[in-house]
Structures are given as structure tokens and as C-alpha cells.
């Protein structure tokens, strides 16, 4: 048996058909999270894209729409965000009821020209109209894009990348109109590939009132896990703009993360954050017969201290499942557990005892595995998908993914979502994540776990299908 293409992850979105990567205007609005993506609806490669859209209450179960904001044979939709216009400051809606308003790349196909335009919706976002005056922001490049908008301080701010430059330029605007240009940020951090999709949020930083900006940027090349991936700034916003105050981290060392951005609007004070889950390396490569990509889990966002900085951490947003395993205090000896699944959650607290190394393997059986091993004593955890299953139709597919562990204490906490083409690790509420796609045979369904060097305990393991 091998992978097979048509079986779709059970929690994780997929468009109906086609191609699809960056998640776009991501908002919550009028109790449903809206979800735009990248999408060619007739092909299995990237082209011609349009905004495919999808609409969830729980950000697990998507109900797929009609295409929203589509290419045309002169321009390709790209990459964008959407806005409630509540104080209807654009006039694009009516009295009363501000309008959704959607900034996105118009790419001109004769002259690969890139510049900003506005589409509006006054129906919950089910049918969008072009501003009669678009582009609303053109600055004659071919490398200006991704635009996404909040609302600060009594004024919209747009983050755009020159991607070539290396750089995040801030604009302001009363009503989504007019921009005028604020600040620029970057070249700084990774500047190997040229930067995409930047989105600046507001994180609180865990136990304490605080809150930080941090901005995101996506890098094309160089990512930790090889070609694409994700990188973010703590700093500081005021009148001159954007800047970092401490250095460059990367959000996931897998390869599978990229062009994630926040939902505007959602409930709580965690920017929730959602990925496309594929690597620009090999997207186009990976199996597929009606569809090919996925978005990853969403994630909750908060900013925990390490010693003089801070850092990330991510805790997904998962379904409530059945547990199919629940276990106290066993030691990690190579047991098997009773799971028979390709879609499910692990939550495990592992007392580290005198382990060197210690780890589960998932999606095992018919000689495939895919292995998360977590070192003490190197103070890492890796993702290994050399044996994951179906690897061979690209080079830089079959490879071993590792992390950078904070702080190891004496338990340590991993969570492990599992999702027929999918393993997303997140150890201690995801100081450190690793994404990463996976293509085992429907067979390749166990779970086990292991300690070597010594001996580790599992205070407590929970498998819910
Ligand atoms: C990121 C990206 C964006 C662009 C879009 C095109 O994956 O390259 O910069 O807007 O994809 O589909």
C-alpha cells in the first residue's frame, strides 16, 4: 500500500480541487472565521490565482465557498487581508453597516507588475466587488506585496513587503483609500530568500499584563528546515515606525509552515495565526490527484521570557476527541500503544529521569515511522520523516528537522497533532514547533514510545481520536 492522494486530513482545510498555498484575509467576523487562500482552481500548480474562500465557527470544520476575488487573463489575484470597515471610513458601505473591504496584490500578467487593490463586500463577505479606482497603492515594482491591514491608534496601517529589498514598508491610511507611505523596516534577520506575507500583531507576554508587537515575515529561502519558512521580530511600533529589540527567531523549525498570518478581529487576546503547510521547494511536487495543499492548525499566539528575550509560543486549536488512550506513570520502554488511526492528538508529560533521549514514533507500521525525538542532553527535539513513508519525488523531501529546546526542565510536555498527511509537534505549549507534511500508507497507523540511555517515566499520555 502507499499514500494515497484522494484521503483528505480530517481537521486541517483543503480546497475542494485545485491548487492552493498562502492563507488570505483571514478575519472573524459576524461569528464565522472567514478563510481566503491562494487558489488555481484548475490545476494542480501554481498560475492564474484566484481567492477561493471558506467560512468555519470553530476553525476545524470548513465549509467551502464559492471563488471570491477572481484572476483575470490580465491580472492574478495575490496575496492580501481583509478589514471590517466598522466605522465604514472607505464609504464603500451603508449607513450603519461598515463593509468588509479586502487589500490585495494585483499582479499584471503582461508586465509581472505588482500594486495593491481594494475589493469590498457588504454581504458577510459572500459576493466582492473592485473598487472602481483600483490599484489604491502602485508604486511601479515588480516586487511589492502581500498587504495586511489592522486598525492602530484611529488609523489603518498596511504592512507590504518589498520583497526583493528585503524590507517590511508601513502606510497609513483614514479610509483604505489613500495610503501614504510611514516607515520601513528590514533588511535584518534571514535576508537569504526574498520576504513575503508580513503581518504585525499584538501578543501578550504570559504572565504578566504586557503586551508586545511582533512582525512576521516570511522568507522564500533559507528557512532552518531548507527553502521556505518563517521569521518574526519582537519590537516596538511608535510614530518612526517598527523595530526589532531583540534578534530574529524562526516561528517553526519544520519545513512545512509558511505565509501565516493572524485573524483579524478574533475573539481573546492571542493573535490567532494560520499557515499554509508546504514548503515552496517541493509544493508543486508533493502527491495529489484533485487537490494539493493544506493549511496548517491554527495557533494561538503568546510571548513567554528566556533568560534576557522572548520568545513564541503556540498552542493549537484542536477539536475535543475521544480519548483512546489515557495512561499514568509508564515508563517509556518501546511500549506500543492502542491506536489505530491516521487522524489524531497526543498529549504527553514525560518526566525525563536519566534519558539522554526520548520520543514517540507515529504513523508506524508497514515500515514507515515518522519520529519526534526529544535530546536532553543536546537540548532538541526533532522531526524525522526519512522513513515517513512516500518521500522520494523531491531531493530535499526526506530529511531530519531539528529544534533548538529553551529550557528543558524535568518534565517536559509534547503534543503531537496527527492528520493523514500531517504531524505538527509542539513541545512545552509550543516553545518549540515543528511542522512538517507526511505521506505514510493508510496502514502506517501505531504509535509507540521510547527512552534510550537511561530511563524516562510518562507521568501521564492521552491519545484522543
Ligand atoms: C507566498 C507568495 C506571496 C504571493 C503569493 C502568490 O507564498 O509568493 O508572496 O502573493 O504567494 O500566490
Not at 492580501?80 to 473591504?101: E, F
Not at 511542522?435 to 484522543?464: K, M
Amino acid at each position: 500500500m502507499s499514500f494515497d492522494p484522494s484521503v483528505r486530513p480530517r481537521d486541517h482545510f483543503t480546497p475542494r480541487r485545485g491548487w492552493m498555498n498562502d492563507p488570505n484575509g483571514l478575519i472573524h467576523h459576524d461569528g464565522e472565521f472567514h478563510l481566503f487562500f491562494q487558489h488555481h482552481t484548475h490545476a494542480l500548480v501554481h498560475g492564474p490565482i484566484s481567492w477561493g474562500h471558506a467560512v468555519s465557527t470553530d476553525l476545524l470544520t470548513w465549509a467551502e465557498l464559492p471563488t471570491a476575488i477572481a484572476a483575470t487573463a490580465d491580472q492574478h489575484v495575490w496575496s492580501g487581508s481583509v478589514v471590517h470597515d466598522a466605522g465604514n471610513t472607505s464609504g464603500l458601505g451603508t449607513a450603519g453597516a461598515g463593509p468588509l473591504v479586502a487589500l490585495w496584490t494585483g499582479r499584471v500578467t503582461a508586465t509581472e507588475r505588482q500594486s495593491q487593490s481594494l475589493s469590498f463586500s457588504t454581504d458577510r463577505g459572500r459576493t466582492w466587488t473592485p473598487y472602481a479606482d483600483n490599484p489604491v497603492l502602485d508604486i511601479g515594482s515588480t516586487a511589492f506585496r502581500d498587504p495586511k491591514v489592522l486598525r492602530h491608534d484611529g488609523a489603518w496601517v498596511m504592512v507590504v513587503v518589498l520583497a526583493d529589498a528585503r524590507t517590511v514598508e508601513l502606510y497609513r491610511s483614514d479610509d483604505l483609500l489613500r495610503w501614504e507611505h510611514w516607515s520601513s523596516f528590514g533588511p535584518e534577520g534571514s535576508v537569504d530568500g526574498v520576504w513575503e506575507c508580513p503581518d504585525l500583531v499584538r501578543v501578550p507576554v504570559e504572565g504578566s499584563g504586557d503586551v508586545r508587537w511582533v512582525l512576521l515575515v516570511s522568507v522564500f529561502d533559507g528557512a532552518p528546515a531548507g527553502g521556505s519558512g518563517m521569521q518574526y521580530f519582537v519590537g516596538e511600533l511608535d510614530d518612526a515606525g517598527f523595530r526589532s529589540t531583540q534578534p530574529a527567531r524562526w516561528l517553526d523549525h519544520g519545513a512545512d509552515l509558511y505565509a501565516g498570518v493572524s485573524y483579524a478581529d478574533a475573539p481573546g487576546a492571542e493573535p490567532v495565526v494560520q499557515a499554509w503547510m508546504s514548503n515552496w521547494q517541493y509544493a508543486e511536487s508533493v502527491p495529489a490527484t484533485e487537490f494539493r495543499g493544506a493549511m496548517t492548525a491554527p495557533r494561538r499566539l503568546a510571548l513567554r521570557p528566556y533568560d534576557d528575550e522572548l520568545g513564541l509560543v503556540q498552542r493549537p486549536v484542536v477539536r475535543d476527541g475521544t480519548e483512546v488512550v489515557a495512561l499514568h506513570d509508564e515508563p517509556l520502554d518501546g511500549t506500543t500503544l492502542p491506536v489505530t488511526a491516521t487522524s489524531y492528538r497526543v498529549v504527553a508529560e514525560v518526566e525525563t529521569g536519566t534519558a539522554s533521549r526520548f520520543g514517540l514514533h507515529v504513523r508506524e507500521g508497514a515500515g514507515e515511522r515518522t519520529t519526534v525525538v526529544v535530546d536532553t542532553g543536546a537540548r532538541t527535539v526533532s522531526l524525522d520523516r526519512t522513513a515517513s513513508g512516500e518521500t522520494g519525488f523531491h531531493p530535499a523531501f526526506a530529511a531530519v528537522h531539528t529544534a533548538p529546546l529553551p529550557a528543558v526542565g524535568d518534565v517536559v510536555r509534547i503534543e503531537v497533532l496527527v492528520d493523514v498527511s500531517s504531524v505538527e509537534v509542539f513541545v512545552d505549549e509550543g516553545a518549540v514547533a515543528l511542522t512538517d507534511q507526511v505521506f505514510p500508507s493508510p496502514a502506517s497507523a501505531g504509535v509507540s514510545v521510547f527512552a534510550e540511555g537511561g530511563t524516562a517515566v510518562l507521568r501521564t499520555i492521552s491519545v484522543t481520536a
